[in-house]
């Protein structure tokens, strides 16, 4: 007679996919016999438990409260905010304020400019080369005193 069974051939037999061998020394076996009965009654136990326990009922997760911030990190943003609109202020108090143009100022700029960017040679039409008036520089200039509030 050959050795007995392990449990994994005992298994084996209850899934049916033990060898010719297997089966026959089962069939020839005492203790292998009473082993197997008791791992069929392990695994009926088992199988049984599984079937006829109802499944754990789940409870909703209660919604969490909304917590305030803590005290540290809603300083922390108080200051953040405080610091920006203190820059805020500052800037606008340093930075001067070019006067508001006249609509007719604002005119004749834009037409001077738009004379220089779409003339067709490159330069301002002929009767601004004549104008000293009409130059680029000239043009640059009362721009950027019209913008910065200085004297032309
Ligand atoms: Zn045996």
Redesign the pocket.
């Known amino acids: 007679m050959s050795r ?2 392990s449990d994994d051939a005992l298994e084996r037999d209850l899934a049916e996919l033990a060898s010719v061998a297997e089966r026959a ?1 089962l069939a020839g ?1 005492a ?2 016999a009473a082993r197997h009965r008791r791992i069929r009654g392990e695994l009926a136990r088992i199988t049984d438990v599984l079937r006829d326990t109802p499944e754990p009922r789940t409870r909703p997760v209660p919604a969490r409260r909304r917590r305030w911030m803590p005290a540290p990190v809603a300083l922390a943003a108080a200051a953040a905010v405080l610091l920006i609109w203190v820059e805020v202020a500052v800037w606008r108090a340093v930075t001067p304020v070019p006067p508001t143009m006249q609509p007719q100022e604002v005119t004749a700029i834009l037409a001077d400019v738009s004379a220089a960017l779409f003339s067709v040679s490159g330069d301002p039409p002929v009767a601004a080369a004549e104008d000293p008036r009409l130059s680029l520089e000239v043009m640059a200039q009362e721009l950027d005193h019209a913008l910065t509030g200085g004297a032309p």
Do not use: F, T
């Open positions: 007995c069974l020394h076996c203790a292998c």
